[in-house]
């Protein structure tokens, strides 16, 4: 429509990734490479290819990494605004922060930790003026936690409510939401706020906040490392075609520039291998990434690992995590 305000959108990236320490010590989840890839960069891709204009990323923990990321890596056809903090504000007090970038218009927000093939533009479509935000909900058992009412609009969060009658079983927010700004005259500004909390206060005070169920696509959050992992097996295997299209040819194993593979060396299946990888002579590998200029040494096994930059590995291992 002309006239029309730019489609606007929010990374949180402010998080320190303590499920995946060691690894998140040297780089932040936002940055964690899928098949060589930052996340970020694939988050940004995405929402530029839904017509996304205007992007603000808050971060806290190893920020400046991020920033020189967007500064040097890739140029976007994107006004992109980063917002520092230096007290991390949480989930809430992070959105108060970006008040004045992100205007008088609904806007989408998505955790920086996540994977999905969800629409964006569907998602923000979605989303009623009435409500103080429109949360993404989908059946994921380990997360689910939200109840909604025979509307369809959240009830509750965690315990339900003495007398609630819901409309399913709960349901699990995917971290991706479309938020009024309306929001910000309930979080008090340079605090420390969870969304959810304030979505809490929100709900007992009569406000609306709605969710639009989601079935059949894709979603992980790289909350550990079995979930990292788990993204790239399903990458691998040629299960997530939409995703694909954001990345050259997929092959298994998935090697960036300049990767050495040693004589009789194996990669077994779910292999990824970073730029300037070397794996040596009768190594074997499997469900296994490799970051940038790692060594793996002659006749070592990993099985279920993930091997940080330039680490040299030189025993075998099963589920590991490899960081110097």
Known sequence: MTGSPALTAVILAAGFGTRL???????????????????????LSKLEAAGFKRIAIN???LAADIRLYLETKVQWN??????????????GGGLRNL????????????????????????IYSSHQSDALATLVLH?????????LTKDGNIAAFGIPPAGLVPSTPP????GIQVV???VFNLIPPKKFVSIIDTYRQAIAAGETVAGSVQKRFFWQDIGTPQDYLEIHHRLLAGELPD??????????????EEVTLGARSTMAGGVCLGPGVKVGAGAYLQNTVVWANAVIDPGVRLEGCVVGKNVRVSQSAKGGIFQS
């Open 99 to 122: 008040t004045e970038f992100l205007g008088n218009a609904p806007f989408l927000v998505i955790n920086g930790d996540i994977v999905t093939d969800l629409n964006f533009v569907e």
């Open 139 to 147: 059946d994921y058992p380990r997360f689910n936690n939200v109840w």
């Open 78 to 91: 994107l006004e992109i605004f980063l917002s520092y903090e230096p007290e991390i504000l949480g989930t």
């Open 243 to 256: 995703l694909a299209t954001f990345y050259p040819e997929i092959t298994d194993p998935f090697l960036g």
């Open 21 to 43: 320490r060691p690894l998140s010590y040297r780089v932040p989840k936002p940055l964690f490479p899928i098949l060589n890839r930052p996340l970020l960069e694939l988050i």
């Open 171 to 174: 349901l699990a927010f995917t």
């Open 180 to 182: 009024s700004p309306r």
């Open 59 to 61: 971060a806290h923990h």
